[in-house]
């Protein structure tokens, strides 16, 4: 149980608090070292600290001794390093007096001496957690009375931490207790060695055991489903008659075929901690809502610990997956809707609010120009007649866009290149009339040559829309499929993009192919309709 190491502790702890209240120096333990072993040595875990030599003139560190984060390295110790060495720290200015003592030969006298009860199982400190810091994977090494640690019974046995553990301990095992740490530094190869010293003793000291955990823990189960719940208990120092065991509802668990329990002893800062695994092989309705306790008891007092199991409540996930599955169909339902009435909500709300959905001034003359695409053949006069006739009629005549047509709007006289690049800039839509006769304006120069006007305005307004992205681009569809594998390949590309509206013979319900147009057309009409006479519709009029 270490009892003078405690002592120890507490005292230097003691005279530490004291000398932060008093702005004064403190003298630590004694730190005993053999010579040509590796040694560091820290100022109560401080960093920040100023080292320097007591009880010379020469206060410095001598040769050999090097400062690294905040702690002294030795190495190796010297026999000239033995005296006294005083770290300063805090803005108080508060200063330690360490004794380091310097002996020959491999294994040093022991620092601080250990007991263990017999016939209990307990450990060795190694006493050098800054080494290992360094390098947690090396060597260690025990000897006992610089020997090899050579016992009756089951081996002693070494932990990650450096820790010796001596199970069942006897009177043999008192000794002297040397700890060895091989390691590497700046490619030179050094041994740590640290001593304790370690009484066994007859009598048995408990300690009252603590409940770590449960403690009133709640576990969501399912009936018959299988469960483990873990108990850990701190048990101090020896494992004799440490009793643990759990109940259910005040039943011992031997009375159920579904339940068993195992029980181990762990270590933990130097303690026992005891642990005990119950396994519940499949849960029944009478393990609901009730008790599952663990129970630990030395002879100097006991303590429990609680797990209650609960029914998994699945309403709450049911009703996340229900809101989720409705909330995901209603928004599919929405943007179905949407889409399937766009066009209606778009011309609904430009008529229930014309003052928000009015265009800003753009300095634009005209709603769209209009172009027919169209080669010699039936299908050329119902073209015209639709672009000339029915096109205006409704859009101009119903809706008030304004509207510059080819073959209508042109003003005699003008420089028909001009006027025609001039209207599509000056329009918001190029609206162009395909059939079914349309052919391609390079197709052999053929349509060139007949109407070379035709071509140039295309160009433009193609040009136009595909580099400045206005004006917009609108392509109608009039009498049945037309044949774009013989239009230039920037009508193709449109086609692909956007699509075409397409307008049905005579007989035939054109309400949808009108809704559509109206929905692709400026989102209010500027003009008011037609302008009225040819000098206000011309391009080169001002705007």
Avoid at 72 to 83: C, I, M, N, R, Y
Avoid at 341 to 370: E, I, N, W
């Amino acid at each position: 149980m270490a009892a003078a190491g405690w002592l120890s502790r507490l005292t230097a702890f003691l005279s530490l608090a004291y000398a932060l209240g008093h702005d004064q120096g403190v003298a630590t333990d004694t730190y005993h070292v053999g010579a040509g072993h590796l040694f560091l040595l820290s100022c109560e875990g401080q960093t920040n600290v100023t080292w320097s030599r007591g009880g010379a003139t020469n206060q410095s560190l001598p040769s050999g001794v090097e400062v690294r984060e905040g702690a002294l390295w030795f190495l190796p110790v010297q026999a000239s390093h033995g005296g006294t060495y005083i770290c300063e720290f805090g803005e108080e200015g508060v200063w330690l007096e360490i004794e380091v003592s310097v002996s020959s030969g491999r294994c040093p006298p022991p620092d601080e001496s250990r007991s263990i009860i017999q016939g209990t199982s307990d450990i060795v400190p190694c006493k050098q957690p800054d080494v290992l810091k360094l390098n947690s994977t090396a060597p260690v090494r025990w000897l006992k009375d610089c020997g090899p640690v050579q016992r009756r019974g089951a081996p002693a046995s070494v932990n990650r931490r450096g820790n010796m553990r001596l199970p069942a301990a006897t009177e043999e095992d008192a000794g002297k207790y040397t700890c060895l740490v091989e390691i590497s530094l700046d490619g030179r190869k050094y041994t740590a060695a640290r001593s304790v010293l370690l009484n066994i003793h007859n009598d048995t000291v408990f300690f009252r055991p603590l409940v770590i955990s449960p403690k009133q823990q709640t576990v969501q189960v399912d009936v018959g489903s299988r469960v483990a719940l873990q108990c850990r208990a701190m048990v101090g120092f020896t494992e004799d008659e440490v009793l643990m065991f759990w109940t259910v509802n005040g039943r011992h668990t031997d009375d159920y075929e579904q339940l068993n329990a195992s029980f181990s002893f762990d270590e933990e800062g130097g303690r026992l901690v005891a642990v005990s695994t119950l396994t519940i092989s499949e849960v029944l309705p009478d393990f609901l809502d009730v008790p599952i306790r663990c129970h630990v008891e030395n002879p100097l007092d006991q303590d429990d610990g609680d797990v209650w199991l609960r029914r998994v409540d699945r309403s709450r996930l049911i009703t996340s997956v229900a809101l989720c599955l409705v909330s995901s169909l209603g928004l599919l339902a929405g943007l179905a809707l949407f889409l399937l009435f766009k066009v209606d909500m778009v011309l609904a709300y430009r008529k229930l609010c014309p003052h928000l959905s009015k265009q800003t001034p753009d300095g634009k003359l005209f709603d769209a120009f209009v172009s027919c695409l169209q080669a010699d053949g039936p299908g050329a006069t119902r073209a015209a007649s639709f672009a000339l006739q029915v096109l205006p009629e409704v859009l101009e005549g119903r809706h008030g866009f304004s509207l510059y047509i080819r073959g209508r709007d042109d003003c005699p006289g003008e420089a028909m290149h001009d006027a025609i690049a001039a209207a599509v800039q000056r329009s918001r839509r190029f609206i162009i009339v395909l059939s079914a006769q349309s052919d391609s304006c390079s197709v052999g120069g053929r349509a060139e040559e007949a109407s070379p006007l035709l071509c140039y305005e295309h160009k433009v307004g193609l040009f136009d829309a595909l580099t400045r992205r206005e004006p917009r681009v609108v392509l109608l569809e009039i009498d049945g499929p037309v044949d774009y594998s013989v239009l230039p390949e920037s009508l193709r590309y449109i086609k692909r993009k956007q699509g075409a509206l397409r307008w049905r013979t005579a007989g035939s319900s054109n309400r949808l192919f009108w809704k559509q147009l109206r929905y692709h057309m400026p989102p209010a009409p500027q003009g008011g309709g037609r302008l009225p006479s040819d000098a206000e519709a011309s391009p080169h009029s001002p705007s």
